[in-house]
Nanobody, 114 residues
Framework: VQLVESGGGLVQPGGSLRLSCAAS????????MGWYRQTPGEARTLVAT???????YYASSVKGRFTISRDNAKNTVYLQMNSLKPEDTAVYYC?????????WGQGTQVTVSS
């Protein structure tokens, strides 16, 4: 199983980024996909998930600013991040989960700073 994130980088406050996660080795359409983030010394926390049926869920801190989506034909999940804030700075990890078995990507750094 491989989950490969891309799209991170440095952006100014108020800016936008789109993260992508390409999956291989799993029946992608059957998995709940998610994005988590982690800052140094802190636990990894949920950002957003999208079910196999396409239902999204968002942490309250990103609701209204971030949008998760999936393209089952491309085995890819996306995270559109708008109105970014300095507190969104973190390493963002892609997650695939089915029946409680999680897989993780290697992470991509997002830095929001002027």
């Amino acid at each position: 199983v491989q989950l490969v994130e891309s799209g991170g980088g440095l952006v100014q406050p108020g800016g936008s980024l789109r993260l992508s996660c390409a999956a291989s080795g799993i029946m992608f359409s059957s998995y709940t996909m998610g994005w988590y983030r982690q800052t140094p010394g802190e636990a990894r926390t949920l950002v957003a998930t999208i079910s196999s049926g396409g239902s999204p869920y968002y942490a309250s801190s990103v609701k209204g600013r971030f949008t998760i989506s999936r393209d089952n034909a491309k085995n890819t999940v996306y995270l559109q991040m708008n109105s970014l804030k300095p507190e969104d700075t973190a390493v963002y990890y892609c997650n695939a989960n089915r029946f409680g078995t999680p897989y993780w990507g290697q992470g991509t750094q997002v830095t929001v700073s002027s």
